[in-house]
């Protein structure tokens, strides 16, 4: 079911967090200094009917949660009537159409999923200045896309729809029975903007989408502020006592930077997960088409978020450890390791730069600096001398050369983001953040607790309970931060040299990766 930290049961008072993720659902218990009592876990299914597509079943999200909150009360050793408040955090944009009374009408498009590569085209050509707060053009992940590329392509159940949501926005109203946006997924994914009176009507026509705002929820609510009261029906199927406050959640990653203390201008959370995601904190606007953003008041109310992000990171090892990894796997399983451990020692060995071979870690595409939706992965240098060990070491260099682009991106639109606070679950690998650290000439600070998203999402929930004020305050009490990675200057060079050529082969490859993904349909 998953693992739990089992601590002794007691008369005080918890807040559960949910976190949606691509592979698995998790929840855990906190306490109001943020320690963790238990978690519990159970995987979600990954649907590629089509080459570029991803999608999830609803129901089995709802289902998972129906296992896993009882699991994790039991493993804390705690009452459901010790819970005092929920809060859910998710992937975005996971996208979902719904009948009237809520029930799916059919799979959600996972947040990775590139179907809707020609709607950012057409978006992106009305030249519409609501697009200036997502440097000139939407990504293909976005709700926007996905609701254009539905309305298109799947017109009746686009008309029957009573609701388009996101994953968060659908298992809020599964608790609460209302429908209810975040500020963060509206202003960072559906082109939201509080400051501009929230969506442009004038927009959303242009691009051909007069009708949405009838079935987009009509609230938007900031982290942290209530949804609605968990329904006596709700709680008696997860094991809750009714009433409680549900919290508003947001985007996993962004939720994320509560967990590990970003809320102060100048900061720059960096979560290493299935993707990774760049999101520092600004006082001041920024405008660069390379990121995304500037989003006000997206996370902490006041300050803008500035985005950048890659598609395929964590998602990358674990499709190597699934289609090569076999031998690695049984090694893993007599040393009672994990796989990842054993294939990272093998890549170790492999002098950096892995011996002349370059990765492209474009497997589902690029957001940032490239934006292009079309970019796919590619091994460059391949020799008789390279091995699976090299195959792996360039693959976890691709990744970090990726974060050096994000980086310069950064710098580029003035935003240098002197301080950098690294967690999600590839952070936990100490190898690749090493790598990371190295490639990107950076000092990278650990994040003191291994899940972020968990912990943002207790945050937003302790701030729906009242025991603080806002997130800001129930951050600053609630997280920590770890030791401080430095890069080696010793490989410097030779990580230049490849970053270099990493640069020079998506400008030189990017017509041909276009057209081989373009002719898979």
Known sequence: MGECVVMMASNSTYVLAIDVGTESIRVGVYDRVGRLHATASCACDLLTPQPGWAEQDPQQWWAALRRVIPCALHKAGIEGSQIMAVAVDATASTVLMTDAEGEPLGNAILWMDTR???????????????????????????????????????????AQA????????????????????????????????????????????????????????ALVLPLGDWVGALTADCAKELGLRPAIPVGQGGVDAHVGMLGMGVTEAGMLSMTMGSSAAYLGLSQEPVWHPAIWGPYPDAVVPGLYVIEGGQVSTGSITRWYRDEFGD???????????????????????????????????????????????????????????????????????????????????????????????????????????????????????????????????????????????????????????????????????????????????????????????????
């Open 116 to 158: 809707a590569a020609g709607e950012v085209e057409d978006i992106a050509a009305t030249q519409h200045p609501v697009l200036r707060y997502s440097g000139e053009q939407d990504a293909v992940e976005w709700m926007t896309p996905k609701a254009l590329w539905l309305k298109r392509n799947r017109p009746e159940q686009y």
């Open 162 to 217: 009573a609701h388009i949501c996101e994953c968060l926005d659908w298992i809020n109203f599964k608790l609460t029975g209302q429908w209810a946006a975040s500020i963060c997924q509206a202003t960072c994914k559906w082109n939201y903007i509080s400051r501009e009176g929230g969506w442009s009507d004038e927009f959303l026509a242009a691009v051909g989408l007069e009708d949405v705002r009838r079935k987009w929820p």
């Open 327 to 521: 031998r690695e796997a049984a090694l893993a399983e007599t040393e009672g390791r994990s796989a990842y451990a054993v294939l990272t020692e093998a890549a170790l060995a492999v002098p950096a730069g892995a011996e002349g071979l370059l990765a492209l870690d474009f497997w589902q595409g690029n957001r940032t600096p490239y934006r292009d939706p079309w970019a796919r992965g590619a091994f460059i240098g391949l020799t008789l001398r390279h091995t699976r060990a090299h195959l792996y070491r360039a693959i976890l260099e691709a990744v970090a050369f990726g974060a050096r682009n994000v980086l310069k991106s950064f710098a580029e639109a003035g935003c240098p983001f002197e301080r950098i606070v690294v967690g999600g679950g590839g952070a936990q690998n100490r190898a690749w953040l090493q790598i990371h650290a190295d490639v990107c000439g950076r000092p990278l600070t650990l994040a003191g607790v291994d899940n972020t998203s968990l912990l943002g999402t207790a945050i937003c929930a302790a701030t729906a309970a009242g025991w603080y004020a806002d997130v800001k305050q129930a951050a600053a009490a609630m997280s920590s931060t770890g030791d401080t990675v430095e890069p080696n200057p010793a490989v410097a060079e030779r990580y230049d040299f490849m970053f270099a050529k990493y640069t020079a082969a998506y400008s030189q490859l990017k017509e041909i990766l276009a057209d081989l993904s373009r002719s898979m349909g």
